[in-house]
């Protein structure tokens, strides 16, 4: 079983900045993704951006594009989700996600194991 932990959540002011870290209670195999995904009140739960351990280019999802950027670190087990000019409607409970989800990484079906999630809440 593989735990993941999310940190970096928080109350930042539109236009603002965040970086959300993941970091994974043990190796994961080569071939698995991780991904961001988030969920705001009332809506259903939506892809942010995925990268797999062993390529260079990541996946986002269109709402986050140029804006967002997602980083690993293989040495630390730790991917990061660097967060630019956020908006009131970037506001959710961001979740962290590993997994082997083949070509489709954008899908949460594909993603085995998640975090427990962390608030970021983005003011006017």
């Known amino acids: 079983q593989v735990q993941l932990v999310e940190s970096g959540g928080g109350l930042v002011q539109a236009g603002g900045s965040l970086r959300l870290s993941c970091t994974t209670s043990?190796?994961?195999?080569?071939?698995?993704?991780m991904g961001w995904f988030r969920q705001a009140p009332g809506k259903a739960r939506e892809f942010v951006a995925a990268?797999?351990?062993?390529?260079?280019?990541?996946y986002y999802g269109d709402v986050v594009q140029g804006r967002f950027a997602i980083s690993r670190d293989n040495a630390k087990n730790a991917i990061y989700l660097q967060m630019n000019s956020l908006k009131s409607e970037d506001t959710a409970v961001y979740y962290c996600?590993?997994?082997?989800?083949?070509?489709?990484?954008?899908?949460?079906?594909?993603?085995?194991?998640w975090g427990q999630g962390t608030q970021v809440t983005v003011s006017f």
């Open positions: 996600a590993a997994g082997s989800p083949g070509d489709i990484l954008t899908s949460e079906r594909g993603y085995a194991h």
């Open positions: 990268i797999r351990w062993t390529e260079n280019s990541p």
């Open positions: 043990r190796r994961t195999y080569d071939s698995w993704a």
